[in-house]
């Protein structure tokens, strides 16, 4: 955490830390409907995000009462803690349903990663968004598995219930969870499994709504709030200029900041999904098929929700992110394997020094890239036009 500290917040930042986490720690959490009110009542607010976000600005209020103080440096602490748990959830997932080589790789990809390293000193609610995404994706991967069905599925839906109350784009997590449950019990069960499944994904819908509403004090002013919220993205010139954009909004700024990992995982997930024949054997075991087949499903759907939504910004995709890692640490484990299988081993070992290599080169380059972006030229935010146009 050596480059914790930010100098400049954003305004963003500002609004979480200050003008609604910081009265919640001195007046309790009830003061969230104020809050509410107030954004309502107040056309300056409107540049602002809106204070519906409860499932972040409750993590942030319990780190400030921890640490004594209602900072944003503290708050911005929730976003650091997210990413320390996020890389132990990557090396759980990949030892226990992945080879350690492949985990190994895949945690070496996000320890550097400079869209990782950005939101972790952050306050946004990115950063504690993708842990709980992430968190609900292992959930259900020990849930398909078989191993004690009904913790991991109440588990997994809880988590992803609970990233609705992060940011609104939960709802799409909570979606594809509920689509994966609705699979499996298909398959293992049958129909009138996939129906109970269907509603406790729609019961999970339901609870987190009701919760939403409740804290922001009623169905009327949540309405109203985020009625002004969708108004507001049409009229702030911060979201013109620097989030919106087609395609190729993505493309651009995640292979200016994070290249190899996003072209691997992307690669290797569209093999997944396509079904191309995998000289693997790691890829033969039915843990390991089953944990790529749904990393790689997830980032898929989640990535192309994200194209067809009108705002944009690197950082509404950080819950695929550790799944990139992952599936880009197995496709080179995978080419390594293959490697060692075909070659001869004097010839194995200099393929694998020349891929250990340039492994450790490219994760120099990613800190570096991050250092020269985010710390010396102090760019605020994750919206590519940040790296695409000519710095000042």
């Known amino acids: ?84 748990l996020i890389l132990l959830l990557v090396a759980r997932i990949g030892l226990g349903f992945l080879e350690p080589g492949a985990t190994a790789i895949a945690l070496l990809f996000a320890v550097v990663s400079p869209l990782d390293l ?42 992803a219930g609970y990233s609705i109350l992060i940011k609104e784009t939960g709802l799409v997590v909570l979606a594809l969870a509920t689509f994966g449950f609705v699979l499996v019990a298909w398959r293992a069960l049958g129909l009138r499994a996939a129906v109970t499944a269907l509603f406790a994904g729609l019961a999970t819908l339901l609870v987190s709504a009701a919760v939403l509403t409740a804290t922001c004090g009623g169905i009327e002013p949540l309405r109203a709030t985020l009625a002004r919220v969708g108004a507001a993205n049409t009229l702030n010139e911060y979201m013109r200029s620097y989030q919106t954009g087609g395609p190729g909004y993505y493309a651009r700024g995640l292979g200016l900041l994070h290249p190899l990992p996003v072209v691997l995982g992307a690669l290797g997930a569209l093999a997944v999904a396509l079904r191309i024949p995998r000289s693997s054997r790691a890829f033969d075991r039915p843990r390991a098929r089953a944990a790529l087949v749904t990393l790689a499903w997830f980032t898929i759907l989640f990535a192309a929700v994200a194209l067809a939504w009108p705002q944009k910004n690197m950082r509404f995709l950080s819950p695929i992110y550790a799944p990139l890692d992952l599936i880009a640490g197995s496709a080179v484990w995978t080419a390594l ?41 102090g760019i605020p935010d994750l919206a590519t036009p940040w790296f695409t146009r000519a710095p000042a």
């Not at 103080?69 to 602490?77: G, K, L, M």
């Not at 075909?342 to 250092?371: K, N, S, T, W």
Request: aromatic content about 12%; proline content about 5%.
């Open 118 to 159: 950005a939101m972790a000193r952050r306050a946004w609610g990115d950063e504690l968004f993708a842990l709980c995404a992430l968190a609900a994706t292992a959930a259900f991967l020990e849930y398909a598995a078989g191993a004690q069905r009904g913790r991991w599925k109440l588990l997994s839906l809880g988590l």
């Open 1 to 84: 955490m050596v480059h914790f500290p930010v100098e400049v917040y954003t305004p963003d930042e500002d609004a979480y830390a200050n003008f609604y986490a910081r009265p919640m720690f001195e007046h309790g959490l009830g003061e969230l409907p104020k809050l509410v009110r107030d954004y309502n009542a107040r056309p300056d607010m409107s540049q602002f995000p809106s204070p519906t976000r409860a499932g972040h600005l409750w993590a942030i209020v319990g780190f400030m009462n921890l640490a004594g103080r209602a900072t944003i440096q503290n708050a911005a602490w929730v976003s650091a803690i997210a990413s320390m």
């Open 337 to 377: 394997e293959g490697a060692r299988n075909r070659l001869p081993p004097a010839a194995f070992r200099v393929v694998l020094a020349l891929g250990a290599a340039a492994l450790l080169g490219a994760a120099v380059a990613d800190h570096q890239r991050f250092v020269e972006l985010f710390i010396r030229r």
